[in-house]
């Protein structure tokens, strides 16, 4: 049974001072479980402050998006260079940012890249939208986003990348996907990795599923075969309602031993 890896993304949630009663909160209330990876993705502005108080041994840091491009005259972005050292991981492709700000398939693979370049995880988000769920053509949307996202990517910087699977329609809305349809994604999802990267890449890939998880439905999807963890949003803005999530993530592998 692998190590679970639990995400909290805190959108554009949590002011400097927030963020950082926050962090204090979970190191202090967190138990370290070796078999629980934990992860918090503040806004960019308190990465800096963050950083220097947080224990690194007990949770890592992400950023919740970066731009591409080392350096230049590209006003308001930040670079994947510049969060090098700051941060373990980057999500690339959060629907929000396909979605509200336009990002396009080639944005996010350069992102992908980016983030390889500068030694940062990615954690490349794909999820079919409702529309594509109604006329059932998720399995399409995961390859094609796949595809995209992982082009130009070797196979040795492969080992680096976390897959999140966000049903775009699940996320915020409070609906989440059934669980028999996150192991169908899951499987199509390995499938397809196998298909560009080997079986072992296809197995041993990390692969997490977001989208209005709380507390209470947390071990449903905790259980489900092939699944390494979770992505939460809402949830993970409370540091009680967080820490309840990472225990059961520690549960769901001695249960599955
Ligand atoms: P919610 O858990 O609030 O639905 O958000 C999920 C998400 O977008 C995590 O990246």
Known sequence: MGKKLIVGNWKMHLTMQEASLYLHKLMKMISSHRDVET???PTILTLQSLSLQVN???IKLAAQNCYWRDYGNYTGEVPAAHLRGLVDYVIVGHSERRYVFQERDRDIRLKVQAALRNHLQPILCIGETLQEKTLGETADALHDQLLSG?????ADEFDRIVIAYEPVWAIGTGESANPADVRRAI?????????????????????LYGGSITVEKASDYLRIDGIDGLLIGGASLDAYQFIDIIEKAHNSNREGK
Do not use: D, H, M, Y
């Not at 992982?150 to 070797?154: F, G, K």
């Open 39 to 41: 992860v918090v993705a």
């Open 56 to 58: 690194r041994r007990l």
């Open 150 to 154: 992982l082009a130009n990517v070797t």
């Open 187 to 207: 499987k199509t999802i390995r499938r397809q990795i196998q298909q560009l990267f080997g079986k072992k890449a296809s197995t041993e890939v990390r692969i």
